[in-house]
């Protein structure tokens, strides 16, 4: 091909039009949860590592009777033994036991069969340490506590304690638990009779007070706030009641007000705030993850998730993304965010804000994930779609048919908030004869002493009213109240006798003023705003057509934007299967599944007969 | 490095400019005309008169006192054309004069009985009329009409055109009429173009009509300017006027314009005040509507066509003064054969005058249509030509399905 001015030219162009791959790694896509890609699983352990766990217990129940033999020959040779006799004794017992419970065919079975969770403890505390780091998927969850620490007494015994910190009360724990049992007892003979009766009798001076022996109680206790016990040799746990996950801090939420449910909000306090999402949701399948961020300024941010639902590659994709700021302070959610999300220069909010742990706790249960950071009382739920902005805490308290309606309502308005300013000024530049010829004399009635255009009418009192929300929000409190009334009433009603706008402008610019606090999201109801003034400059120059061209642009934006991997208009753009709450909700009985577009690892929330009442043959039978 | 997101931006300029959306007008930059009248002027030209709505007096609030004073503005002009009147508007007021809010034509007979068809080249072409602009032909003067008309119980005149035409069907003794309606007649195979009658009423209360009731209805059929009354709006709408091609051939009265609305199948409801058919000094009043659309059928395979039409009339008793049980019996039927024989000959009445008249206002050559093969042999057979002898059998029943909210009645008694 001949080299001539006509193919540079040509090729320049293409250069400057054409497409060119992106430098920036291709975007992250939220896709389908494939287990056999997470090495997390617990329930289906290849028989290797099964093997390796029986065989490694065993080591241990070695270690442990050489240890012993050690001792029984340190206390024959100091002929002091009459004294050691009881704890040779119940050590002795102890290790019989364990050797029952090791039998290889029993190993084998409690292992592949039975989860941690409905386990039998053990008599050696090591296995029983071991148990409890599996259920609460230790280290990864670091607001379980595992305190060690010995008894007083004679002997000496081996124990630690289990909580969750922000759950329970520090001072009764303390005081209560901790120091009777490692201050108190310094002559006490231990192991005599039942040891854990003699403790509750004896040692504990707390009120609540349960003795158990499996793993499924000691957890389901833990997690909603007590402290569980283990002790060396004995194949049962205490649990004390020191549930009292601090209440005070704890306030009404400000931001996001309701009528039904619960008013608590999040505070400034890390663990009150991890507390009262687990006091929301008391699994043990919730992971709190805690991860560093900022170099100068070290501070915490939780990662909450529910580890049996949530996609484990959006788990680890947001991990890496907080992992993966360097930044010397972050003192804000918000500011976090914007760290991490997908679009950062557009607008639009995406993730959800919240002060309400309810709502966290719901959005966890679709297979979320949350962002917590130390020192904010706002938490960040990621991935959300477009229309999660216009849920608000309380749906799920009302009857779906009210809910609707409150929806459509919040819906309308937002659409009315974007468009009434700027398809009045469409139709009163351009399309004058798509009015009815009365309501058009009117509008050119009051607009024939007005001496400035229209499109400037509605700026002034955009901004008017712009300037009003700024200062409302701005001035002290007890101020904020006398500014709205100052700046709605005595301004508009003076600009429209001054002849400097038309009535009908404050009518519009009131109405949309009015529509737009009924979005229930402060951040999208901000873009929204935003978003006016740009399709009031459309509406202006181009009528109809540049409305329209407008919001062209907008639904393209809307759709190719992500929050997360998952697309914002999910589930319109693209089509998924749409539970009952996306736009409207169907009743909370036939909420089912969890959305589509997370990809969750367990889709279904419950059966298709929630309401198992219902069912005609239950009832006659099972009634005793 | 910019230089993709700076041309992409270029290009939306660009392609936002090229969109032609540069019409914008403030609201105050533009004069709406209302309704225009049309006279014949002398040297062929045309005096023209427009109403434009004056918006001062519309704003709500402060002063609303003086508001019905001068809602709109009365301009007359001549010109030769439309086109050219709207050019000599402009030297008279500072707006741009609009007409897309135009609400009725008033031409005046003697315009119309010279021709229409200059003037819808303009009306069909040009963006801003819109065909749903009403077409009315007043007896006298159009100039005099717009500036007599006083509407008792609206604010603007064109919302007394909007209202009055808007429903008509509450008599049918005016028919709607717009542009659009009018143009198609006036173009197609068969069909009269038809207008609204318009007309300035002396308001002496003197009958001017003077002509018999037909069959054995109470009252006589009145064009518009004829009804005796004494007060009120002097601008009335009554009758329909007829026209032959784009001229003006003749008027049909009120009676005559419901018998016609019945065969076009529009009548939605129109009260009747007959002779008792036992005691002709006392009346019945009815209500009549169309059970169902009237049935014609057009015969044209003699050289004269014959038209069979059948009407289905429902009716409702509204008073009977004798006392006589017309609910019942013998005699509803008495009543109904009444009925059935008024509007027979009001119907034979209309249907002669249009033979006469040579328009066929009914559209009888639409059902000719399924006959031909192709337009050609359509346009051949010259409906028009043939319509004004075409031999008509009219058949009319009726049924009376409610009395009202009486049962039976008595008649007064007697000292």
Known sequence: MVDNIFFMLYRSVKNILGYQPPSVPPPFVLDEH????????????????????????????????????????????????????????????????????????????????????????????????????????????NDIMLRDFSIAGNPRVKAFAVFIEGMVDSKLLDNSVLQPLMLFNYSRELYEGNFTEQIVRECL?????????????????????????????????????????????????????????????????????????????????????????????????????????????????????????????LGDTGELIQFIEDHPSIPFPQSLSTERPDRVAGHLVEGRIAILLEGNPFVHIVPVSFFSFFHSAEDFSHKPTVVNFMRILRLLGAFVSIILPSIYIAISYFHQDALPTELLLAIAGSRENVTFPAWFEIVLMEFSFELIREAGIRVPGFLGSSIGIVGALILGQAAVYANIVSPIIVIIVASTGLASFCIPDYRMASAIRLLRFILLAFAATFGLVGLATAFLWIAVLFCQMKSFGVPYMTPVVPKTIAGYDVVLRGPIFQQDTRPDALNVKDQRRQPNISRTWKKINQGKSDKP | ?????????????????????????????????????????????????????????????????????????????????????????????????????????????????????????????????????????????????????????????????????????????????????????????????????????????????????????????????????????????????????????????????????????????GFMSLEDPLVPSKQVDINIHLGRKPNINVDISSTIPAITISVYLEGDILGVSSGTNYEAGDYKVLLEQQISNTIFEQITSMLKRTQDLGTDVVNFGYYIRPKFNTVQELENYHWDSKYPEAVIHLDVQTKLRRDGLMRKTTPIRKE
């Not at chain 1, 206790?221 to 746990?237: L, M």
């Not at chain 1, 919730?286 to 300024?297: A, D, P, Y």
């Not at chain 2, 709406?32 to 062929?44: F, R, T, W």
Request: include cysteine.
């Open chain 1, 34 to 141: 494939r287990p056999y890609d997470s090495p997390k699983v617990a329930n289906q352990q290849p028989d290797k590592e099964k093997a390796l766990e029986a065989f490694s217990s065993l080591l241990r129940y070695a270690h442990r009777l050489e240890g012993f033999i050690d001792k029984l020959a340190t206390v024959l040779r100091s002929k002091t033994w009459d004294k050691e006799a009881a704890e040779i004794k119940l050590e002795i017992t102890a290790l019989d036991k364990q050797l029952s419970q090791l039998t290889p065919v029993l190993l084998r079975y409690d292992q592949s069969i039975t989860a941690p969770k409905v386990q039998r403890l053990s008599t050696s505390i090591e296995e029983n340490r071991r148990t409890v780091e599996t259920i609460y998927q230790l280290p990864r969850n």
């Open chain 1, 205 to 329: 001076p707390s009120n609540q007070i349960k003795r158990s022996d499996t793993f499924a109680s000691i957890e389901t206790a833990v997690n909603s706030g007590s402290t569980a016990i283990i002790f060396d040799g004995i194949d049962e746990a205490i649990i004390v009641g020191t549930g009292a996950w601090e209440h005070r801090g704890v306030e009404r939420s400000q931001i996001e007000q309701s009528v039904q449910g619960s008013q608590a909000a999040f505070s400034e306090n890390f663990r009150i705030n991890t507390g009262l999402v687990r006091s929301m949701l008391r699994t043990s399948d919730l992971i709190i993850e805690t991860i560093k961020v900022g170099t100068r300024s070290q501070i915490n941010c939780a990662l909450m998730y529910i580890d049996s639902i949530a996609n484990t590659t959006l788990v680890d994709e947001v991990r890496r993304r907080i992992q993966g700021i360097a930044t010397d302070y």
């Open chain 2, 1 to 269: 490095m910019y230089l993709r997101p700076i041309t992409l931006l270029l290009f939306t300029v660009w392609a936002l400019i090229t969109t032609g959306c540069n019409g914008a007008k403030e609201t105050d930059e533009v004069a709406y005309i209302l309704s225009v009248g049309i006279d014949a002027a002398p040297n062929n030209q045309l005096s023209i008169t427009y109403r434009i709505a004056d918006p001062h007096s519309l704003a709500g609030g402060k002063d609303s006192q003086s508001q019905s004073q001068k809602s709109s503005i009365l301009i007359n002009l001549t010109a030769p054309s439309l086109t050219e009147g709207r050019n000599i508007l402009k030297s008279i007021i500072s707006r741009e004069p609009r007409i897309s809010h135009l609400k009725i034509f008033v031409i005046s007979e003697e315009l119309a009985r010279k021709g229409l068809g200059d003037l819808f080249g303009l009306f069909m072409r040009h963006r801003e009329y819109r065909g749903t602009v009403f077409l009315a032909i007043v007896r006298g003067s159009a100039k005099e009409v717009l500036e007599k008309n006083r509407p008792d119980l609206d604010v603007l005149t064109s919302r007394w055109v909007e209202s009055m035409l808007q429903s008509y069907f509450e008599s049918s003794y005016f028919l709607r009429a717009d542009i659009y309606q009018f143009y198609k007649r006036l173009k197609n195979e068969s069909g009269a173009p038809y207008a609204v009658l318009l007309g300035l009423n002396p308001l002496d209360g003197e009958d001017r009509a003077n002509n018999e009731a037909v069959g054995n209805d109470r009252s006589e059929g009145y064009l518009a300017k004829q009804i005796p009354r004494q007060s009120g709006n002097p601008l009335e709408m009554c009758g329909t006027a007829v026209f032959k091609g784009d001229k003006l051939v003749g008027f049909l009265n009120n009676k005559e314009t419901r018998a016609l609305s019945i065969l076009l199948g529009d009548l939605e409801r």
